[in-house]
């Protein structure tokens, strides 16, 4: 079930303008105006083959919550475990080749402070260059342990990654 704000990513997606004749929003073609709202939020990962996804653009929360501004940065190289590098292009390519959305929940235990939960929701773009793509996605800390405050770090390399939940946006969704 989405969050708050997975929802408002959701509207804010299907709201984009589409080229004619394109299913998707085109990440070259997203205004400043059309995410405002909501675009201290957002993050966009932009995918140049062969397997690079690189962080074109991260908003304020999204560097508070990661602890870092990873903008122009390799997302799988700099954020995620060598050993779940695979796995997370492949979930995060499944959105582009479906099209779909996805929100994932990782578990994150961090040193001296209680588990937290970070949801990530994200959903597809086109690209104007021939091979890639982009994802247009929010992460927040949603629920937090009983007495627990906020420490605003999301630890993604050290985390336990809950099978994904794919969200149909009128293309179906991937088999499990």
């Not at 627990?148 to 994904?164: R, V």
Request: glycine letters at 8%; hydrophobic letters at 40%; a negative charge.
């Amino acid at each position: 079930m989405l969050t708050e704000h997975g929802k408002a990513l959701h509207q804010t997606w299907e709201a984009l303008p589409r080229r004619s004749g394109e299913q998707l929003p085109v990440w070259q073609d997203i205004k400043a105006a059309c995410i405002a709202p909501i675009m201290k939020h957002l993050w966009v990962l932009e995918y140049q083959p062969p397997e690079a996804l690189i962080v074109r653009f991260m908003g304020s929360e999204v560097v508070r919550i990661g602890g870092q501004d990873n903008t122009g940065k390799d997302f799988l190289r700099t954020r995620t475990a060598p050993e779940n590098r695979e796995k997370m292009l492949k979930i995060y390519s499944t959105c582009w080749q479906t099209p779909c959305g996805a929100q994932l929940t990782r578990i994150l235990r961090n040193k001296g402070q209680d588990t937290q939960l970070l949801q990530t929701v994200f959903f597809p773009l086109a690209h104007e260059a021939d091979g890639q793509w982009a994802l247009l996605g929010m992460s927040e800390i949603v629920k937090i342990a009983p007495n627990a405050e906020d420490a605003g770090i999301a630890d993604y390399a050290d985390s336990e990654l809950l099978p994904p939940e794919f969200i149909d946006i009128g293309y179906g969704t991937p088999k499990p």
